[in-house]
């Protein structure tokens, strides 16, 4: 994957190279993706007052894993604008 080395501020104030916070951004955004599969399996394979509690943990890890893809895109977005 090609990414322009831009530079952004990080959260210490710092200086990073954008293509970095993507890479980050992207890595945290795969590492929801897994969660949300791993919630998934759980749900399904789950019984009785499981289920209700394994749906909730499958919801809750498919929001942490749509905006992980929010920033994601608006970091993508920044780099290839």
Same mark, same amino acid.
């Given at each position: 994957?090609?990414?322009?080395?831009?530079?952004?501020?990080?959260?210490?104030? =710092? %200086? &990073?190279?954008?293509?970095?916070?993507? *890479?980050?951004?992207? +890595?945290?955004? @795969?590492? #929801?993706?897994? $969660?949300?599969?791993?919630?998934?399996?759980?749900?399904?394979?789950?019984? =009785? %007052? &499981?289920?209700?509690?394994?749906?909730? *943990?499958?919801?809750? +890890?498919?929001? @942490?894993? #749509?905006?992980? $893809?929010?920033?994601?895109?608006?970091?993508?977005?920044?780099?290839?604008?």
């Amino acid at each position: 994957m090609f990414h322009r080395l831009h530079v952004s501020r990080s959260v210490e104030g =710092g %200086r &990073q190279p954008r293509a970095t916070t993507t *890479g980050q951004r992207e +890595a945290s955004w @795969r590492r #929801e993706r897994l $969660a949300v599969e791993s919630a998934y399996q759980r749900w399904t394979r789950s019984d =009785g %007052r &499981q289920r209700k509690l394994a749906y909730a *943990g499958y919801l809750a +890890a498919l929001e @942490r894993e #749509e905006e992980a $893809a929010r920033v994601y895109a608006r970091e993508t977005e920044r780099v290839t604008l």
